[in-house]
C-alpha cells in the first residue's frame, strides 16, 4: 500500500523503548513527537531509536524549538514533518518551517470544509499550497472571516 509510516503507535507517548520495539517489529515507518512539548524530549526519542519521521509541533515548542529538532534529526538521520492540523499561525509556521527546509516533505493540512477558512491562499490547489511572502508569517488574517 506504500505507507511511508504509522503515526503515534503507542500510548504514552513518552514510552520510547516500546515505540522502538513497534519500529523493529513492524516493517514499516514510525512517526512520533506531536504529543511531546520540548526539543529534548524528541532528541531522546530519535536517540532511542524510535522512529524513522519526528513529528514536532510549533504551536508547542515554537519555531526555535523546531530550528533544534531539525538539527537533532539530522544528526539521527531521522525525517522531520511537522505536526499540522492549524488553520491559523501554526500553519503558516508549519509552512515555512517546511519551505526552508533542506529536504522537501509534505504539509500536514487538516481536511474540513469550512464555510470561511480564515487564510483562503491557503487552500491546498493541485495538493500544493503556495509559500505566502508578506511580512511576519506571509498572510494577514480576514477581517470578514474574524468577524
Not at 511531546?36 to 526519542?45: H, I, K, R, V
Not at 509541533?57 to 538539527?71: N, R
Not at 522531520?80 to 508549519?94: D, N
Request: charge should be negative; hydrophobic fraction near 50%; proline fraction near 12%.
Amino acid at each position: 500500500m506504500n505507507v511511508r509510516w504509522v503515526e503515534e503507535p503507542v500510548w504514552p507517548p513518552e514510552d520510547f523503548a516500546a515505540i522502538a520495539a513497534v519500529r523493529a517489529a513492524g516493517g514499516v515507518g514510525i512517526a512520533a513527537g506531536e504529543c511531546l512539548g520540548e526539543p529534548a524530549s524528541l532528541g531522546a526519542m530519535m536517540a532511542a531509536g524510535a522512529v524513522d519521521v519526528v513529528q514536532p509541533s510549533v504551536t508547542k515548542i515554537g519555531i526555535s524549538g523546531v530550528l533544534a529538532v531539525q538539527a537533532l534529526a539530522k544528526r539521527h538521520g531521522v525525517a522531520v514533518v511537522p505536526h499540522c492540523p492549524y488553520f491559523g499561525p501554526g500553519l503558516l509556521a508549519s509552512l515555512h518551517l517546511l519551505a526552508a527546509a533542506p529536504v522537501e516533505e509534505p504539509l500536514e493540512v487538516y481536511f474540513a470544509d469550512l464555510a470561511t477558512p480564515p487564510y483562503p491562499g491557503l487552500i491546498p490547489r493541485q495538493g500544493f499550497v503556495a509559500v505566502p511572502d508578506g511580512p511576519g508569517l506571509g498572510m494577514e488574517l480576514d477581517p470578514v472571516a474574524l468577524a
